[in-house]
């Protein structure tokens, strides 16, 4: 695992599209997996600027959503079908037809999420999955206790995501769905680089249990100390509780530019 600290969220945007922009310089029609929350919204804005220079092209891409919330209406503005269209499909070239995510609307919500694993399957696989934390460590929707080799499947969220997601719903819990789908701990898994971003203070936690904590199914984000290949951006203030912190840092600025992203839009 390899764990970048920066001084801001916009840089931590600014490091996770260079990821993106390297992936598809060598595969313009790479799949992505995205994420919503506040944490990749840098990101997305990034790669809205580089598509608006020209430097970075996503209209051959595709991309799969990790969750979505069973129950809103659709036409709910925090249907995250909804948040995925205004944050990352309006500021980007990539097709709206090529933006896929799981069903939450469905009438056998087990069908949809087999489907939805298909569908991932038949597209190669993910190339580049972004991710958030959630307080409780999780990743996706899979609260503590998610199975670590889990699909994509229907979930009750907890109390503290309730009330995490309610600055979303006018700070109004009730208004905040119980249930959602989301990919398993296990689907993410196989998607070929996981990209973590975190920032502030209320992330140190989830992120110790990340890095540095016992990889376990009551943390889900613990998991990508399983995976080969999984990069966590965070800000100082996320990285507040890490042990190692100074010698991320040390290895990271001390990497050989033959393993950083090579970006045209960057100088490198
Ligand atoms: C929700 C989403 C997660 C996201 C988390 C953190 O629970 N299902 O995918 O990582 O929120 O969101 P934020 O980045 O807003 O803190």
Redesign the pocket.
């Known amino acids: 695992m390899e764990v970048i600290i920066t001084s801001s969220l916009q840089q931590i945007g600014t490091i996770a599209a260079d990821y993106v922009e390297n992936l598809i310089s060598t595969k313009p029609a790479a799949v992505l997996g995205v994420?919503?929350?506040?944490?990749?919204l840098s990101l997305y804005a990034e790669l809205g600027r580089r598509v608006d220079a020209g430097t970075l092209s996503l209209s051959q891409a595709s991309a799969f959503m990790?969750?979505e919330y069973v129950g809103l209406p659709a036409d709910h503005p925090e249907r995250?079908r909804t948040f995925i269209e205004r944050h990352f499909v309006a500021a980007t070239d990539i097709a709206t037809n090529n933006v896929h995510g799981p069903d939450g609307a469905a009438d056998n919500i087990e069908q949809a999420c087999a489907a939805y694993e298909q569908a991932i399957r038949d597209a190669g696989g993910v190339d580049l999955q972004i991710?958030?934390?959630?307080?409780d460590g999780?990743?996706?929707?899979n609260e503590p206790g998610s199975s670590l080799a889990s699909r994509t499947r229907l979930k009750s969220l907890m109390e503290q995501?309730r009330q995490?997601?309610a600055r979303f719903f006018g700070g109004d819990i009730d208004a905040v769905p119980h249930h959602?789908v989301?990919q398993g701990v296990g689907t993410i898994m196989e998607a070929r680089h996981l990209v973590l971003?975190?920032s502030g203070e209320g992330?140190a936690e989830a992120i110790r249990g990340v890095v540095e904590g016992p990889v376990s199914a009551i943390c889900t984000g613990s998991i990508l100390q399983m995976h080969p290949t999984a990069t966590v951006i965070i800000d100082e203030a996320a990285a507040s509780g890490l042990a190692y912190a100074d010698y991320y840092k040390f290895a990271y600025a001390n990497k050989p530019d033959w393993q950083r992203p090579v970006c045209t839009s960057r100088g490198r």
């Not at 994420?35 to 990749?40: E, K």
């Not at 991710?131 to 307080?135: A, D, E, I, N, P």
């Open positions: 994420a919503t929350g506040s944490s990749p990790l969750d995250y991710l958030g934390v959630g307080t999780h990743i996706a929707f995501t995490d997601n959602c989301t971003l975190a992330k």
